[in-house]
């Protein structure tokens, strides 16, 4: 029997099957557009999570700017205010890591805020030193990736405060090459005054290695270093000096060549 043509009857059974197909047919288009509304619903609200979330990372981003910003003009402001927002933990070590990556952060300010003498600022300082990996790094290796890290300050007591954490984490990363952490604080600031009188245009009576040598006899705990070590140490100097952060328009070379802190070395 030919069900589309007009003119066809149906039998009451028949009928009755094609009311049925009808319902079901008008229920499944129901049930179709519900869930095409759920669906639509469902994206709406993702869209709405999404608006939300990018506008919150919006103002995140915002806010950490701003903290950078304050960091860079008053350090201990800034990391106040990126606390207070969340942005930063008061945790020691969270801090050190933000100090340690240092993205938009003035390396002068980083050098500022390690060598306050408060008790929270010691152990960022301690943490910060922390980060580094000296390991299978020679002396002069190790100095300049933690000089590049920051720029030390020009007090005498903050940079000897540095320098004694430094020696501590270098001798900790490799034992057995100085025989106490006071050989590689020694040394360390012997290296630094060699970069000095090398590459200061004002000094014109560069130092031999000899008397490189000679500045540095009986540090080893009242013995000699390696004259090897000393040489490739020297060496390393010579050809390449500290590159050093620029935030203020000098460099390490200034820093360390004044009659104040020569005289300092000197006596260290």
Known sequence: MDLCHPDTELSSGE???LQRIKWHRKQLLE??????????????????FESAEESRMAQ???ELCIGRKKFNMDPTK?????????LLTPDVQ??????????????TAIGTYLGERDPVNLQVL?????????????LVQALRQFLWSFRLPGEAQKIDRMMETFATRYCLCNPGVFQSTDTCYVLSFSVIMLNTSLHNPNVRDKPPFERFVSMNRGINNGSDLPEEQLRNLFDSI?????????DDGNDL????????????????
């Open 15 to 17: 009928a009755e099957e």
């Open 253 to 268: 070379t200034h820093t360390f060549f004044n009659p104040d802190r020569e005289g300092w070395l000197l006596k260290l």
């Open 238 to 246: 010579k050809s390449e000096p500290f590159s050093i952060p620029e």
């Open 126 to 138: 301690q943490a910060f030193v922390d980060c580094h990996e000296f390991a299978n790094l020679n």
């Open 31 to 48: 049930d179709i557009q519900k869930l095409k509304d759920e669906i639509a619903d469902v994206f709406a609200q993702i869209d709405c």
């Open 60 to 62: 995140k981003e915002k």
């Open 78 to 86: 800034g990391i106040q205010y990126l606390t207070e927002h969340k």
């Open 94 to 107: 969270d801090i050190a890591r933000f100090l340690y990556k240092g993205e938009g952060l003035n390396k």
